[in-house]
């Protein structure tokens, strides 16, 4: 399989119009947007993506569009723990993006080395999909020790990136990097993108409103190490703290690229929070502060 | 809408070959044994019905497997949080059962009332079927206040029955069945069966493998009340209390059913944990115990 | 160290008077009965003892007025979950129950095998007592895999017992038995206890109002074994089954021992929920159902 | 009782010596470095503070060591969350501290409002002690809806401030400053500090190892708003963010006020984890980077 290339893999939103059907629309022009910016890949239909608050029609409209939008690489992401699920939905992945998929993000389903080789393997084995495998708790309910996904690890087949979401996250890159040959990234919107980079990360993958500053860090330490990346980063980081708050993240992340034009509209499902009123003037605050950073 | 009937809904599990392939032999076998047994109606695709671990084609011929085996009446369970995928299973599940669709089992899916109540709606109006809400966080998890339940509830059309599994449940079976002119059901394996039935629950809509305890208990209850249903659940506790244990309950409740040769092999599907050894002498010992109770 | 003997240690409720005061007269009426009924020890200071809720003060009191009532041995039970104030805890239970006392117990605090074998060898080597380590995830926060478990107590000296009362607690009672040689004993109020014997358990350690249940299945399964305590604890099941549940279980665990007239009123401390009153005409009908079972 | 003051209180590290054992000097040069800093107040025996990990010995030689070194007005934290050991706390703190005391750090103690309104009235009537009401559910394991915590404040007297640590932070800053004539502190390292301050916070509470970074922010918010506090803050955000991980946050903290020579040593107690041996390069990127921005 090949693996993910380095850089930043941009984490699609799934916009909605104000009757929280999707806007395929934006959708188109948000991607396009990506790809202008110079990421590496997309990855669809995952956690922040609300792909499970999508029925399987929905799934595969985001996912087409995507492929039709762009020439980028895409990962697509599973949103079930068992495998006869995750088969279908790789399955269908596939089928519609063909070639262009790079894998499918698949979560740590058990704390048992075994339990979880076997889910993976069988992923595979039943797909031929490469897989992105996310560790990511907070969206799973399953917590993983380290010792245990690396003995995990080392007995499956197939696997083209880990994508490291479980504190502390540097740590688990570096550990990661250092034992398997594969690309392992950070995601929580950027917010710990430096240490990652520093511990051995192959980039970014999450869905942070501003990849501009994610993609200026990754170029950043590559040409001038921790510290010009420190540097790069800074000026983003009160904005990515901001949305990376539980609970209202999606939310803040929408409003701001509903501000930047690259979606219509900030509307998420149910029963994600809305925006809480009182925010709104600070996002704006925000969201002008950054006017400085970016270009549009 | 109909409510649902009171009595004992038998939970469905879904049976599987030891290679892990649904095994509609057995699931035929099975709820056949329920019809016999003399159960309301049948819930399938709940979450002790692994429905979660199948993908959507297993889910059709499961459902249509029950819908042809036996005469009974229906409830559906929906495996995801959001309404759009909830409408896709509710479709489904109309398509399938057709009339004999009793209505879909849909978790509570937000602690704030008018998420939930905006929720429930929209998937009954979307799609005519009539509700039952689980309140189960163990499985969902979301918590939800009694207080928030009602005012929830009290603005949604088309619940048919409620199913009360957070604790205390038999105080939530109390003030639901106070409140509103709908049936509420126990869950838990009929662990709190008598102390619900006290509180004005329906019934028991649960797995328990020896559902002849249930139906012995509700029976008791309506000619006897409190003591005579005592009397009647206590020799099957032991096993019920067995069959509670987080994590295992189901792979013990299964071997259960095979050891009934209800269904062929006690497999389940991971990530689902399976029985530890050291426990198998101990369950054959409950088995054993079980034959005086019932006639197999 | 001397390990705890087996049979019954009956974890003893902290009576309050109705003005949240502690009641030390019903204290001592209580652990008096305890005594009567033949159990093998007390466990005082316990989570179910509501230490957390008591002031130092009150802690010594109620130590020293089991110590003075009655001629058991005693484990006392540490609140916290670090070094140095759980020797804290160790020391004051040594100096106020001298001989008497069989046991500290311990809380596992860390999932990592060499963190909590640390802290059991200190709290030992410091205070020279012996150790019940109590494996109790919903009071600690802290789950631990069996197999770490293993690793740790392997390293820790000064063990008199374990209390298993995380799932599944047979599985854990037989491996726990298997390599150890010290006595394990079940809690959770005696819900899997026939479970738990024929595990190889010691016997129980939990505050169960009816004790004579405990005290009969543990005879019965000594003489009988699965069958007779099968027979003797299903008649108590269905009350244990009630007190068992989360939250309100300790609220009606005192409304029992009240109504025994075994302590003079029901009052817990907040911030344990009190009982629903939905739930006061069923909790009678539980206790008019023991009378025939038990001589009050 | 005097409200608390607007401005930087920090919270105060224990340090240890290598054996564990408390660094009394090391604490007296820290808190007089605070001092030298500028800082309003100190809280002492916070979640930070370890205060969990000490027994009351220790506690109090921390308390009266601060007390003894600086002028400073300071909070100090209560460990436990029932009334009877809390009030205990606060008598200790009021002893050691005297008229140096600015309030008791209680923690919410139950979702109920009537249950915690009636702990916090309980606490300050017996001892007349200022409350600083503290929402961590992270530590606590207590989650409050924001509704719910309004109506418990609204009946509770002797608050002095609120610590607002549920997400998401700045929202519930913005609503309980707008209810309630009572000043709100951000805490959580500094991370959403610009939001809070914007949202009507009086300042920060907490123990990031650069308080040099949240005083200048709250400087610069005075007089130039957001921007300025956004600029003020985002050279500190890399480092806030790496000492925010959960788990290791606290041994990354003591690390950095160890490289500082403000403590003699890093150790933590367990069972906080230790800082991995992996991010140990990172961190002194981090502390190199800082040179640039502090003196000393």
């Known amino acids: 399989m090949t693996k993910l290339p380095a850089g930043v893999w941009g984490v699609v939103a799934t916009p909605f119009h104000d009757d929280l059907e999707v806007d395929l629309d934006s959708l188109a022009t948000l991607v396009r947007r990506y790809e202008e910016l110079g990421v590496t890949g997309l990855t669809v239909l995952g956690v922040f993506g609300e792909a499970a ?24 992401g599973a949103t ?57 708790p907070v969206a799973s309910g399953v917590s993983m020790p380290l010792p245990a996904q690396i003995e995990a690890l080392a007995d499956v087949e197939g696997v083209v990136a880990v994508k490291a979401e479980a504190a502390p996250t540097a740590a688990r890159v570096a550990a990661l990097s250092d034992r398997f040959d594969v690309p392992v990234f950070g995601g929580l919107g950027g917010i710990g993108l430096i ?16 990849p501009e500053g994610l993609l200026a860090t990754i170029h950043a330490h590559r040409t001038g190490g921790f510290a010009a990346a420190r540097e790069a980063l800074a000026p983003y980081l009160p904005l990515i703290a901001f949305e990376q708050q539980p609970g209202i993240g999606l939310a803040i992340r929408k409003a701001c690229l509903a501000h930047r034009k690259l979606i219509a509209g900030p509307a998420v499902r149910p029963p994600a929070p809305a925006l809480p009123a009182s925010l709104i003037p600070n996002l704006y605050e925000h969201l002008a502060a950054m006017e400085g950073l970016v270009t549009r």
Chains 1, 2, 3, 4 share one sequence.
């Open 195 to 210: 240490d990652e980079l520093q511990a051995g990360a192959a980039g970014a993958m999450t869905g942070f409103s501003y």
């Open 53 to 76: 608050r999508l029925d399987g029609a929905e799934r595969t409209r985001v996912l087409s569009t995507v492929i039709d939008a762009v020439d980028l690489p895409v990962v697509v």
């Open 80 to 136: 079930t723990l068992a495998t006869a699920p995750v088969i279908e939905e790789a399955e269908l992945a596939r089928r519609v993006a063909g070639s262009r998929l790079a894998g499918v993000m698949v979560q740590i389903n058990s704390p048992t080395p075994a339990v979880l080789a076997a889910h993976l393997n069988a992923v595979h084995r039943a797909t031929g999909v490469g897989l992105v495998v996310q560790d990511y």
